[in-house]
């Protein structure tokens, strides 16, 4: 099933992306090799997740969230 998450990270950057095992790709992120963004920024923090019926749903849903401004985001 994929899923459509957002990632806080230590310098209070957000990264949103996509997967369909969100275990697996927060165990890489937490290593360094998720990606070159949040490597620079770890450690990272899962903050929100939602999952999706298919891949196109979740990349539509991924693309609305990236556009939204870092000042939108609020989590506790």
Known sequence: MPFVYI???ADGAFYVGK?????????EYQSGVGAS????????RMVYAEPHA??????????QIKRWTSRSLTFS
């Open 7 to 9: 990632l806080s990270c």
């Open 19 to 27: 997967t369909n095992d969100l275990r697996l790709r927060l165990e």
């Open 37 to 44: 963004f949040t490597a620079a920024r770890r450690p990272v």
């Open 54 to 63: 298919s891949e196109r749903s979740a990349a539509a849903r991924e693309r």
